[in-house]
């Protein structure tokens, strides 16, 4: 099992900015985020595979940007232009797919004030 451990969340106004790390035990051929929003289920954020191929969802596009380093076993989200609706719990992922991931990390709050 691969431990995660992410940081960089809190409370920002809307248009603000802010960036997630998540640091892991090991790789994983994919990894990334998913997040939580209250009353809903967890969702795909943005997922990038060994190699650079990236899932993202269109409500972030434009928006959020993805990024790995192998070397360092992290992955990064830099979040810009926030919004209300981005309040949510980030969770990081990891596995071998991007829409099944097998590896959370504990989650961190991502709250934008309106």
């Known amino acids: 099992q691969v431990q995660l451990v992410e940081s960089g969340g809190g409370l920002v106004q809307a248009g603000g900015s802010l960036r997630l790390s998540c640091t892991a035990s090991q790789n994983s051929f994919s990894m990334g985020w998913y997040r939580q929003r209250p009353g809903k289920q967890r969702e795909l954020v943005a997922m990038v595979a060994f190699g650079g191929s990236k899932d993202i969802s269109d409500s972030v596009k434009g928006r959020f940007t993805i990024a790995r380093d192998d070397a360092k076993r992290s992955v990064y989200l830099q979040m810009t232009s926030l919004k209300p609706e981005d309040t949510a719990v980030y969770y990081c992922?990891?596995?071998?797919?991007?829409?099944?991931?097998?590896?959370w990390g504990q989650g961190t709050q991502v709250t934008v004030s309106s």
């Open positions: 992922a990891a596995g071998l797919s991007a829409l099944a991931p097998t590896d």
